[in-house]
């Protein structure tokens, strides 16, 4: 069975300062999709990012950023000078099949203050 | 607009009264699902449905319903909702092609007293 462990439930930083979202995955296969979703207070649900197995590349989208490390089973999320509307819950996710059913972590509750 | 859409966005009902959420996607997406949220517990499935006639149960399967009768709609019905049920539910639809993110819609907050 897929397990995501997010271990950070909740994180408050000031503005401008960076920080990591950790995303610790289990699954027994060899194929598989990981997500990044961020849930602001308006409640939807926001796609940030997908990458398979296969794609090991770090990737940076503005002031985002994504380290994958399948020797540690990781997909981390790091944002560089937060701001007061990166405020949200982030969800990393798993899934088996790139459409398929996802499995989801718990959460992590992120309060950037001005 | 690509998009999923929920209805109803808030209920306020009472243990026992049958209700149906309905979800609909104007993408042709053959994969659907339905996921609640809780706190602590991140999103779980419900039940998916690959295509039109085809559903199974996710991890949370209990006192839920789903029908597939038509490629665009996925309804939700709780047939005797109970306390537990209390919670925030996401439809989902994606294609079934490699390479594409699911796509969710506004949720639908769910209180049943």
């Known amino acids: 069975a897929q397990k995501v462990t997010q271990a950070q439930t909740e994180i408050s930083v000031v503005e401008k300062e960076d920080v990591t979202l950790d995303c610790v995955y289990e699954?027994?296969?060899?194929?598989?999709?990981l997500f990044w979703y961020k849930q602001p207070p308006s409640g939807e649900l926001v796609f940030l990012i997908r990458?398979?197995?296969?794609?090991?590349q770090n990737e940076i989208s503005g002031r985002y950023s994504w380290n994958f490390q399948k020797s540690t089973s990781s997909f981390n999320f790091t944002i560089t000078a937060s701001q007061v509307v990166d405020s949200a819950v982030y969800f990393c996710?798993?899934?088996?099949?790139?459409?398929?059913?996802?499995?989801f972590g718990q959460g992590t509750i992120l309060t950037v203050h001005p | 607009e690509a998009q999923v859409t929920q209805n109803p966005r808030y209920l306020i009902t009472v243990t026992g009264k049958k209700l149906t959420v309905t979800c609909s996607q104007n993408?042709?997406?053959?994969?659907m699902s339905w996921y609640r949220q809780d706190p602590g517990l991140g999103l779980r499935q419900i039940y998916y449905?690959?295509?039109?006639?085809?559903?199974d149960k996710g991890d949370v399967p209990e006192g839920y319903k789903v029908s597939r009768k038509e490629k665009r709609n996925f309804p939700l019905i709780l047939e005797s909702p109970s306390p537990n049920q209390t919670s925030l539910y996401f439809c989902?639809?994606?294609?079934?092609?490699?390479?594409?993110?699911?796509?969710f819609g506004p949720g639908t907050r769910l209180t049943v007293t």
């Open positions: 993408m042709n997406h053959e994969y």
């Open positions: 996710a798993l899934s088996l099949e790139s459409y398929g059913k996802l499995t």
């Open positions: 449905s690959m295509n039109v006639e085809v559903t």
């Open positions: 699954t027994r296969d060899t194929t598989y999709y």
């Open positions: 989902a639809s994606s294609p079934r092609t490699s390479g594409r993110e699911q796509y």
């Open positions: 990458r398979n197995s296969f794609d090991e």
